[in-house]
Each structure stands twice: as C-alpha cells, then as structure tokens.
C-alpha cells in the first residue's frame, strides 16, 4: 500500500506505508508464554502476573480482557493469536495507571499533608490583561478535579455591591452569586472531597457582609465552619466530604493589609492606621460584619509579616494558609529550603504566579511541591509543559484533586533534620527504565499533511523525569527520529536513577522533527511515578490543552528496581 503526496501539478512523491506491527521482543514474549501460537487464559495469566506485576490477577481477570478483545475480531474461544495480544497491550485498560476513580491514599489526615487541585484566578478565560471573565473556567476546572477555585472580589463602580474581576486590568467583570452557583453546581461532580473557595477580596466591611450572607445562603448547609477542635490542626479531607470550605483573610487583617498596602513610608503614620482600622473594627456591632464574615472562614489567610526574613515563623496556637508569589518562593528555596518544608508541615502554603504573567502562562510547579506546598496556584486556561505536570500529578490517587505529600515532606529525620530539597547527599532509592517501542494512531488523529506537506512525519520522542528539584535526578533524553513513518519504531531504553521517587514526575512528549522550521508537537502525556504500574503499558498522548488523544498512543515498558 502506498500513499502519495503531490508536490505540484505534475509531480507527486510516493510512499510504502507500513502497519502498526509488533516488535521483536513483543514477538519474543508471546513465544516464551504461549504454546501452538495461541496464549491460552491460563498461559496469559503467567504473563500478567510475572511481567506486568499484576499479582492480584486471576482467570476471570483475563478472560475479562479476553472478552475485551473481541471487539477487535482476534479473540479465538482457544486463546489469542500474537495479534491478539499486541491489541491487548496497546489497549486503553492497558493503561500505566491504576483505573481511575480508585482512591487509594489515607485521606484521614490534615489537609496540610496534601497537594490540592488549586487554580488561579479561576474566573479568567485568557489573558491576566483584556480578556473575559465567565463562570465557563470555573466550571471545566472543577469538571476537570480543580479542588481550589480562586475569585477576586471588588468593589462594583457604584460601590453598593460586590463582583469578581482582575483589578487594575481591562478584563471584564462577573457576577459573584452566578460564579458561586457554578461552584455549588458543579462542586463534587468528579470528586466527593473538598472545594476550597479562595476570596481574594479587596472590600470595605459592609459588602463584606453581603458577602457572608450571599455564600451563606448559597451553600447553606454545604458550608464548612470551623470550630475550635481545628484551630491548631486542619481537619481531614475524609471528614470533609461534599463539604465548601472559604478561605480569605479575617476583617481584622484585611484592614492591616490594606493599611500595609498603602503608600506612605512612615511607620508613625502606618502604626495609627493600623489602631484606628482595629478600633473600627472593635465599634462594629459584633453580630454585623467582623463576627457574621470571620464565622465563614474555615481556613484563616495570614499575612506575610516581617517579610522574607520571618515569615515562615507559624504560630504555634493556629494554623493559617500563608500565600507567596513564586518569586518569594525561589528565593526562600534557595536559602531556607528546610524552614518551607517545615512550616508545611502544619501550615497550608499557597504559591501564585508573578504579575507580570500576563498571557497567563505558569512555572515549574515541582519548586512549590518538593518544599511541601499544598497550593500550587495555576492558570488552567492557559497550556504548556507546566500545566501538563500539574495534570500529570492530579492523575494520582484516582484524579480526586487530592495526593498525599511523601512522608520525607511529613516528618524529620532520625536526627531531627527538615528534609532539604537541595541535598547532595541523597541516595539512589530506586532505578527507573523507560522502554519507548513504538507508537501508533496519528494518522487517525490527525489529517495527511497536518505534520508534512510532502512526506509522512518524521517522529522522535524526548522523554525527560522532573524530580524533587533535586539536579542529579532531573534529566532528559531522545529517541532517534524515525524519518517518514506514520507508525514509527524507536526500541529504545532510557535509565534513571532516582533518590526521590515519590515527587517524581515522568512526562513524554512526541514531535515531527522539521529540519527548517520548529518542530511540531505530535502528543505528550505525563505520569506521576508513584502510580505507574510495572510492565508493558499503552500510554494515551494528550494534546496541548491536556485533552486525550482519540488514537494516538506509545508501547512502553516500565520497570522500577527495586518496585
């Protein structure tokens, strides 16, 4: 068979398109396990237990995937032929990851021992400068396992209500009780664990307590309050189930952070506005705003104060959630990496983007996470390789926007010690061999000429580990390129040596490679490594937005020593 692309009107070049076949050690493995050139169930189930490390498979588990098969018309009543068991392998409930949906992590701890699903300025639909404000993103993240959604609050021009927009930008405006139905709508659709609603608010007293009725009647009984049992310790996403928590700054520190805010530089001054803002909020009747807007909030804002230098003090009588811009968050990393880590430890770290992110584009989310911090904030309508690793690692513990920090984040060493990101003396845990064979579906996915407009695509695979910000672990490599190939064959094996398995983060990503122009992007996918399970997987590409691929798919082979 060939396939033709035409040049110009009297010139056209031709092609032998291959078919998808199994490789050579595909071919090896089913001779070994198999018998007549049929695997039986019995023969198939030796395989999955001793090669894909399936131990608790049984009969009925193959011939569950036997009856799979016969979709595919290679099912025979005696056994499956070789092209029976390459379908199998690059089949979707061949996957790398445990099937979804399946929570398996303890969920009875404090929210500060989890990184949550957390969005930034949740409301946006584009850039941080001109674009629209909608309760669309708010919808798709949560839809999408988004734990924490994020929503600006300000005062309207008339200053008699309040409504969500990016103030001091030309984005649009929305209204606040249609984005808190979007929130209430659409809350647990995919996930039965915690909505934090994040009120980043920037109002005067009294629409702070339209506010607090607004939500109150909103989420009514929906509506987590906390009470004292949690002022030192945050309670756990189990007993939080289908629960809304809101999370902003107390009256009180809102007007201490409006005072600090302001332009004068003389601290007398500053001092008497920050006395003058208490007492008002003292000569508030106590059952109107301060008392009926703090009732609200079940996770306490802090302020950052005395700066970079003690801002990670904590207190030892309350727990607070304390947010930093990713900036502060690289220069502590850089100096104090162990008082992050430790503070972590009790307290619920938020990191956000720099302001001058304006086409919403994100950072390397792993310098957040290998310093404990539970609240990664991240533009979800923007993509990019960021944006997939923050996917990437909410794949894990059944995509329910909830994964358990490693205990190396959790606890001290025997000597005391704050786990330090930064170490040079971590040791080698375990190794991870990543086999690429080949890949296969493009030309379904995508049109004849969407790579090349003269030639089949020339496709090579770079596969790179984003591990615990440690530098001797993180590391990439690439597939030779296979020149005009719609089925492209690599057979090749990368090797990492990892001292932190459990914050690490194997990401894949497919390209055409062009020789005078950029390279096209062709798929990626990215896995967190305390999910991936040993064997010969079928990995699903995604494109740039994160959606999967209908077709487009690798064989790999994944072994960790020790598992």
Known sequence: MKESFKVCFCCVRSFKVKTSEPPQEIKTLFEDYSGDGRMSVDEMLTFVIQVQGENHADSNYVKDIFNRLKHHGVFHPRGIHLEGFYRYLLSDFNSPLPPSGQVWQDMNQPLSHYFLYTGHNSYLTGNQLNSKSSTEPIVKALKSGVRVIELDLWPNSSGTEAEVRHGGTLTSTEDLQKCLNAVKENAFEVSEYPVVLTLEDHLPPDLQKKVAKMVSKTFGGTLFRCTEEYKERFPSPEALKNKILISTKP??????????????????????????????????????????????????????????????????????????????LETLAKNRGPDLVKFTQRNILRIFPKTTRFDSSN???????????????????????????????????????YVKKPDVLLSNGPGGETFDPSSKSLQIKTVLKVKIYNGEGWNLDFPQDYFDRYSPPDFYAKASIGIAGIPLDTTSYRTETDADEWFPVWDKEFVFPLRVPELALLYITVKDYDSNTQNDFAGQTCLPLSEIRPGIRAVRLHDRAGEVLKHARLLVRFVLEPR
Not at 363 to 383: C, E, K, R, T
């Open 251 to 328: 009256p009180k520190e809102y007007l201490q952070t409006q005072v600090s805010q302001s332009a004068t530089t003389d601290e007398s001054v500053k001092s008497k506005k920050v006395a003058d803002a208490e007492e008002l909020i003292q000569d508030e009747d106590e059952d109107t705003v301060a008392v009926e807007y703090r009732d609200l909030i079940s996770i306490h804002a802090g302020n950052r104060k005395g700066g970079l230098k003690n801002c990670l003090n904590g207190d030892p009588n309350r727990v607070i959630r304390l947010s930093m811009s990713e900036q502060w």
């Open 363 to 401: 950072y390397d989310p792993l310098v957040g996470w290998i310093h404990g911090a539970q609240m990664v904030a991240f533009n979800m309508q923007s993509h990019g390789r960021f944006l997939w690793m923050m996917q990437g690692m909410f794949k894990a513990n059944g995509g329910c926007g």
